[in-house]
């Protein structure tokens, strides 16, 4: 073998090694790249035993020290991209309920929009955030509760890949704050509101979804693809820690006249999505 033939087997082996290095660099970032989204699929919740005052302010010392999600990304306008403005989300937990407090910070306090005041009022028109329980943790159903910078309060049964029932109506409570730096809402999801297995080592499924008006800007935790979307249950995250959940014994009621119109949101690009 010359010279010539030397260098050009030389190069070539070169180009192959470096082909190598290259695919295996890659396997491995998508490898970490799968190991760190499976690690920030899941929240821990907090269990408190102190009384909580919903107001929308995360004044309780627990507040301080919860464990909390703030990897939002952008389902729209651009898919994928991180979140414009910074989210956080919070959980707790005590016998009773289930405390979620979501910050939603923003620059311009001023561009929050806020329209809507009645409960189950369509709000697409406004910014707005929706919490998704899926607490059988089965990825088969879930309930879902949404609140904008107002306090309105919205809920739905979720159901297959399409059955949003939009005529449930679930007793819980929010409370929102609003502030120089953005808005709050504080949930408590009585547990008599939601279904789910009792025992040890109880798993909710859980995602959030937060939508700027002004932006047009669609915001999740989890199933932030395009063809995902906030009921694509197959993509959720998790709420563990929740301890030995049981049904509570005294049956809570509150009556609530069902007379609402069903709404349902725009699917069209650049308006809120319900998928």
């Not at 009384?51 to 004044?59: A, F, K, M, W």
């Not at 991209?81 to 910074?86: D, G, I, L, Y």
């Not at 408590?188 to 509101?193: Q, V």
């Amino acid at each position: 073998m010359g010279p010539a033939d030397r260098a050009a087997t030389g190069g070539a082996f070169l180009k192959r090694s470096r082909a190598t290095i290259a695919v295996t660099g890659l396997q491995l970032l998508t490898g970490a790249a799968a190991a760190q989204s499976a690690s920030n699929a899941t929240i821990h919740a907090t269990a408190i035993s102190s009384p909580v005052t919903l107001d929308g302010r995360p004044e309780e010392p627990f507040w301080a020290t919860a464990d909390s999600i703030d990897n939002f990304r952008q389902r729209e306008p651009f898919e994928g991209a991180p979140a414009t403005e910074r989210t956080v989300v919070k959980v707790a937990h005590d016998a009773a309920a289930l405390y979620i407090l979501v910050r939603c910070f923003d620059p311009d306090p001023n561009g929050v929009r806020a329209s809507q005041l009645r409960r189950d009022a369509d709000l697409a028109s406004d910014d707005n955030v929706r919490l998704l329980i899926d607490s059988f943790d089965d990825r088969r159903g879930a309930f879902v509760f949404g609140t904008n910078p107002n306090g309105a309060m919205w809920d739905a049964q979720f159901s297959g890949v399409d059955d949003l029932n939009e005529n449930w109506n679930g007793v819980w409570e929010v409370a929102v704050s609003r502030d120089s730096t953005g808005w709050t809402a504080e949930f408590r999801l009585p547990l008599l509101a939601l279904r789910f297995r009792a025992g040890a080592n109880a798993k909710f499924g859980f995602n959030v979804r937060r939508f700027i008006r002004r932006k047009n800007e669609e915001d999740l935790w989890r199933s932030y693809g395009r063809a995902q979307g906030l009921y694509h249950l197959d993509n959720e995250g998790a709420i563990d820690e929740l301890g030995p959940l049981q049904r509570p014994r005294d049956l809570e009621w509150y009556p609530y006249a069902l007379g609402r119109a069903v709404e349902t949101e725009h699917d069209s690009v650049g308006r809120e999505t319900r998928s």
